[in-house]
């Protein structure tokens, strides 16, 4: 049987796949390239009447190139996170996500809770700083910025530190 | 209108001769509602009558003149007074006088320039109509019809792939792939997306076409933007080696063909946009421009030609192909 000839590829349209590479089996298995997990927990308060502050563990798991430490664990308070906010949204082009409130209004006397030492407030900031480090750290040009990688891995947080970028090899 | 009972007054009616074979095609109004219209190309012939009814039947009409136009015309809404014409025939169809019953005029424009698409966008209209006129002293008597013209191409001689590489360094770097840079509207876009290096965390990554109207010109130039197809290709975090494919088919959309410079005017182009988000929200995306272009109907072939064809495309391997010649050779043994 014959059929019409003339012009057979334009009728259908040819959705067959592109050609690609298969995929490296230590690839498709193997531990992802972006794995960072950051947990901010054991809030402890520390110092005596009114010069107490509370301090939050920072521990910090990660496989990215970027960071020195592929595991780390430092100690920090509210205020640092302020001046790390402060500092990304001064050098960086990053739309810095917003802290957990400041709740000034807890620090005036004649309260009937601990005010800022208060159980509940302390897990509610907790959540949202852990929260806040999470999204921060994961944006890459954040990632750049040296006072990230010092709050996250130095030892204590040099508030004198000259900022600056950090550049891959 | 006039509502004075003295007086003379008269119904146009436009018919093209090939009214009962000619296609029509929907074409969307400027309020957004869908209407049909007779479908003309460029260079064809635009013949036909117009029918001139008496509203009181005895009186006679006097005229100083009756005409039938074809005009092809932009316009730009932020200016609508000044109508561009870029195509204006006219053809007198009766002298001054008076018409003392109803009468049938016949027209024939020959071979009509018709050199761009009808368009009606968020800032600019093109349109093609057929404009009959009784001239007279005091108010004129007129009636439009609109008719929309297609631009027609042909297959292009060059049509390569879009290949490129794009990333963030250190973080993200993806090879994307669409098998054709010139589509027609009712193409399939096929390619794929390869992840050479993933360190963000990616939640899920779609492809969106955007249509960009630009009217004016030199400072005053403005850009409509507007998505028409987000199409989510992918949905969960891929990582480095992975490929994933794109199959998106244009017949779905509302699209018109790549419109570049009308008269100066106005243009209308098309772009696919790569879109990755990432777990925070965060969009990474690569916009890259493609050429629409419409094709013409062609008359369909045998269907059992055409399944043929489709089999030999779903089939991709040789294994598969002789298991089906095996399958087929079986059949008829029985």
Known sequence: RSEAGGEMADTIADTRRLFSKPQNLNDAYGPPSNFLEIDVSNPETVGVGRTRFTTYEIRLKTNLPIFKLKESRVRRRYSDFEWLRGELERDSKVVVPPLPGKALFRQLPFRGDDGIFDDSFIEERRAGLEQFLNKVAGHPLAQNERCLHMFLQDESVDKTYTPSKIRQA | ?334
């Open chain 2, 1 to 334: 209108m006039s509502f004075f009972s003295f007086g003379q007054s008269a119904e146009i009616d436009i018919v093209l001769n090939d009214a009962e074979t000619r296609k029509k095609a929907e074409h969307k109004t400027e309020d957004g509602k869908k209407d049909k219209y007779f479908l003309l190309y460029d260079g064809e012939t635009v013949s036909g009558k117009v029918n001139v009814t008496l509203k009181n039947p005895g009186k006679r009409l006097e005229h100083q003149g009756i005409k039938i136009e074809f005009i092809g015309q932009i316009e730009l809404y932020y200016d609508r007074g000044n109508h561009h014409e870029f195509v204006s025939l006219v053809k007198d169809l009766a002298r001054p006088g008076e018409l003392t019953q109803s009468q049938t005029f016949d027209f024939e424009f020959i071979h009509v320039e018709k050199p761009y698409e009808s368009y009606t966008g968020q800032n600019v209209k093109l349109r093609y109509f057929l404009r009959a006129t009784i001239s007279r002293r005091l108010n004129d008597i007129s009636k439009e019809m609109d008719i929309v013209v297609h631009t027609l191409s042909t297959y292009p001689e060059l049509n390569s792939s879009i290949k490129m590489e794009v990333g963030i360094e250190d973080c993200l770097h993806i090879e994307f792939e669409y098998n054709k840079s010139k589509y027609h509207l009712k193409d399939v876009i096929v390619g794929k997306i390869y992840f050479l290096l993933v360190r963000l965390k990616i939640r899920h990554m779609e492809i969106d076409i955007v249509k960009r109207e630009t009217t004016g010109t030199g400072p005053n130039v403005y850009h409509e933007n507007d998505t028409i197809a987000k199409y989510e290709i992918m949905d969960g975090a891929p990582v480095r080696g992975e490929s994933i494919p794109i199959r998106l088919f244009l017949a779905g959309y509302e699209m018109t063909p790549t419109m570049k410079d009308i008269n100066k005017k106005y243009s209308v182009r098309y772009y696919l946009n790569l879109v990755l988000i990432d777990e925070e929200e965060r969009r990474y995306f690569k916009q890259q421009e493609i050429t629409l272009w419409r094709k013409g109907d062609i008359v369909r072939k045998s269907m059992s030609h055409q399944a043929a064809i489709a089999s030999q495309r779903f089939e991709g391997s040789s294994s598969a192909e002789k298991a089906l010649a095996q399958a087929q050779a079986k059949e008829q043994e029985q």
